[in-house]
């Protein structure tokens, strides 16, 4: 059966244009774009997003740097969609990522590592959410 995660390409993503490099790997690991836009996070946004981080001393850090720029956030369907995102997109350090995962291809550091995926079914729907309303995803366009 397939499930859904979220990926968000991060402003680092954006900044160094590679949006497009970063889709067709994502899609040519067999997941299905439902739903994706570009957008720019506030701080209220960003900090509602990341709330689970609040008490991290990398919080701030973090809400500055998902503020800095456009990001974009895509809706993404597979079978094991999290746990096979989690692999392609490798270690959230990407000193740490195994070659040929997003991160060790196109990340410069652990606080801008190119971007996020959801860790688990359940954050992935919460994740979605915050993103996107039902209507805005594929089935209700019958694709």
């Given at each position: 059966m397939n499930n859904r995660?979220?990926?968000i390409l991060k402003p680092d993503c954006v900044r160094k244009n590679l949006i497009g490099?970063?889709?067709t790997k994502i899609t040519q690991a067999g997941f299905k774009v439902v739903a994706m836009k570009?957008?720019?996070?506030?701080?209220?946004?960003?900090?509602?997003?990341y709330e689970v981080h609040k008490d991290r001393?990398?919080?701030n850090?973090?809400?500055?740097?998902?503020?800095?720029?456009?990001?974009?956030?895509i809706v993404l369907e597979k079978e094991n969609a999290v746990e096979d995102f989690r692999k392609l997109i490798g270690a959230t350090n990407p000193a740490e990522a195994?070659?040929?995962t997003i991160r060790k291809l196109y990340a410069d550091n652990v606080e801008q590592n190119i971007v996020h995926g959801s860790d688990s079914d359940e954050n992935a729907a919460k994740e979605i959410s915050?993103?996107?309303?039902?209507?805005?995803?594929?089935?209700?366009?019958?694709l």
């Open positions: 995660t979220l990926a490099d970063v889709i570009m957008t720019k996070l506030n701080k209220d946004t960003a900090g509602g997003f001393p990398f919080f850090d973090l809400l500055t740097f998902m503020t800095s720029g456009p990001c974009v956030p195994d070659e040929g915050h993103f996107f309303s039902r209507k805005e995803l594929l089935e209700n366009y019958g």
